[in-house]
């Protein structure tokens, strides 16, 4: 193999490396995702299936079977914690309820622990809610995910170590959007991430969307 071919070869190998996705919170038809995947190169996708107030997020049930018939994988939801409206099991139980009536399927529930405003002022209790919603999901057969940031986890729960056994998905957005690594520093009970949100809310295809990547 000449020594440009090799070039190409490893330049063509990095490149595929990168993994693009985004994660949404309304509803997303199949042609906007077709449209996501062809012009911005999305492969992954994450739609919100339960909300800060307790309910399950119908919408979930059309994006995601959308997601999947445009062809991105894999397709993931994920569980905004009501604390200050129902308890940790029974709205796991809500959301499954929802899930299984929708037909919905997801390759992974991740828990989206962010906003002091939406959680109490004791750690423990907090912490102990967040467990009480993995251990729930687990019994009920997902697999699962943690959607946090050192800014919002340690205000939460006091930077517990706990649930380092799951994959992390992170937020931290620069002025120029950086699909990477290199700011990482480990928090609460995880010394590496799986997924970094680089970029915050815009609009791409008509859609509004947050983007995500990993290596």
């Not at 209790?125 to 940031?149: A, E, M, P």
């Amino acid at each position: 193999m000449s020594l440009v071919a090799l070039l190409v070869v490893l330049c063509f190998t990095f490149a595929s490396a990168d993994v693009y996705g985004v994660d949404v919170s309304s509803s997303v038809s199949q042609s906007a995702w077709s449209c996501l995947k062809s012009q911005h190169g999305v492969q992954f996708a994450v739609a919100r299936a339960f909300t800060s107030v307790g309910t399950f997020d119908h919408a979930c049930v059309d994006t995601v079977k959308n997601a999947r018939a445009a062809g991105l994988s894999p397709v993931d939801v994920y569980f905004f914690p009501a604390f200050h409206h129902i308890g940790a099991n029974a709205s796991v139980d809500t959301f499954h309820k929802g899930m299984v009536n929708g037909n919905v399927q997801a390759d992974k529930v991740w828990l989206d622990i962010e906003g002091s405003d939406y959680w109490g002022s004791d750690h423990a209790t907090n912490v102990r809610y967040i467990v009480d919603l993995y251990y729930r999901l687990v019994q009920h057969g997902y697999k699962v995910g943690v959607y946090t940031s050192n800014s919002q986890w340690s205000p939460i729960t006091g930077n517990a170590k706990v649930l380092g056994n799951l994959p992390l998905w992170y937020a931290h957005y620069e002025n120029t959007p950086q699909p990477n690594f290199n700011d990482w520093k480990p928090f609460g009970a995880w010394s590496s991430p799986s997924i970094k949100q680089y970029r915050g809310t815009h609009t791409e295809c008509g859609v509004g969307i947050d983007s995500n990547w990993h290596p």
